[in-house]
């Protein structure tokens, strides 16, 4: 089955400074990665996501690349702000089914001001 | 609101008990899920329905029965509680066609003592 590997599991940064989630996947029929953030007491909510056929998607200060070649994508967050503070997931479709969602076990983003 | 609602919040109960998780969506989606959150914030899913039937079960033990009346609700039956049940448990539901883009609801957090 897929298996999907999250690093780093914890990452503490300065407010304004960037953050870089990264993530690897196993199965070569993945073909739509998003990331989820979940803030504390709260569910899991979709931030941003990428398809195979593109390198990079970009929405204001977030944006996720993806290699395929070599089964990496990442999620990058520049300018932090205290309010981005949470658990960040990535994920990718396992078999090409959307119906199920393979998770990476998260990291704990602390933006400090 | 537009949302992905379930109740209760929270659940204690004790072990060997039966219980039941309600979710609603009123998103107009066809597809819902269970996923389930240990302790270590590990994210996997249990059950997808597309439009009132099973798609995914994902090796769950049969102590746990989904039932999907009509597309808008999805409820969790769990009987004979074990401890190690003890977790969150997140419903959640994605648009046809965009099945990968899961919006949740709050979670249930369920304790068995």
């Known amino acids: 089955g897929e298996n999907v590997e999250q690093h780093p599991s914890t990452l503490s940064v300065q407010e304004g400074d960037s953050a870089v989630i990264k993530c690897t996947y196993s199965d070569s029929a993945s073909n739509y990665f998003p990331w989820y953030k979940q803030e504390l007491g709260k569910g899991p909510q979709l931030i941003i996501d990428?398809?195979?056929?593109?390198g990079e998607k970009k929405d204001q200060r977030i944006a996720v690349t993806l290699n395929k070649t070599a089964k990496h994508f990442s999620l990058h967050i520049t300018e932090t702000q205290p309010e981005d503070s949470a658990v960040y997931f990535c994920s990718c479709n396992s078999g090409g089914s959307n119906y199920k969602l393979t998770f990476g076990k998260g990291t704990l983003l602390t933006v400090n001001p | 609101d537009t949302a992905v609602s379930q109740t209760p919040k929270y659940l204690v109960t004790q072990m060997g008990n039966d219980k039941s998780i309600k979710c609603e969506q009123n998103l107009g989606h066809d597809t819902m899920y269970w996923y389930k959150q240990d302790s270590k914030k590990f994210l996997k899913i249990m059950f997808s329905y597309n439009n009132k039937e099973l798609i995914i079960n994902e090796t769950v033990p049969n102590r746990f029965s989904p039932k999907s009346p009509d597309k808008a609700h999805l409820n969790l039956h769990i009987n004979s509680l074990e401890l190690g049940d003890s977790a969150v448990y997140f419903c959640?539901?994605?648009?046809?066609?965009?099945?990968?883009?899961?919006?949740f609801g709050q979670g249930t957090r369920l304790t068995v003592v």
């Open positions: 990428i398809r195979s056929n593109v």
């Open positions: 959640a539901s994605s648009p046809l066609d965009r099945e990968g883009e899961a919006f």
